[in-house]
């Protein structure tokens, strides 16, 4: 009987322990669901409920979309508007009369970090978007996004995607652990290297257009992220190619394809 208990006991810890994934758990994983996972729900993009439902599919990466605020607040969302409201020239408070049609008000980084590190599955990569009001603002948003990861005891979650390289440089001074891809395309591998980038994070025409850069960007330890792929055949092409991560606005696609191959 004892005995009995005992493999019971074993065979409840073993169920456990395959239930408690964290970040070392991702080899073959390279999703990254793009401003979330929304498509198939209807859910609006950038929310919080394509945050969780992007955790719920076990992606690698979930990315979201970062704007600074007229009074300096980072909020999340894709268009440089929300609903219509210019995000750099309004307040906070201001941006609260708008809403998603989910009911859901613009999340501030701050409150969508901080539902990210509910769990420790899925990472949160943070698009921090190029200012339109000049250089000043985009340093002062890579300043503050700094300082808000590093309040937040977020390291372990965040890795930061910009197409501004200055101030995607900027983050990297400040934080010489912070995990930056750059994603303008315009930058070879040893140049992003030597200004110590993580990674890089270009659109798929770029890749199809240097071929060479995967390998290349490969042999200097960068890591290499492609956007945004939807199609299961170009999905296909990439991993052949060997990139790291593909951003898709397809998630249960990418996963599918991943989990047939890999049975
Ligand atoms: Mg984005």
Redesign the pocket.
Known sequence: MKAKLALYLLLLTMLGCRDQSDFTDQKNNMVVAH?GAWKTDGLPSNSIASLRKAIALKCYGT?F?VHLTKDDVLVVN?DKDFYGLDIATSTYDELLSKKHPNGESIPKAEAYIREGMKQNQTKLVF?LKPSNLGKERALRSADLTVELVKASGADEWVEYILFDYDAAKRIIELDAQAKVFYLNGDVEPSQAKADGFYGLDYNMKVFREHPDWIKTAHELGLAINVWTINEEEEMQHFIDLGADFITTDEPEKLLTLLREKNK
């Open positions: 401003q990315e979309d894709h698009e």
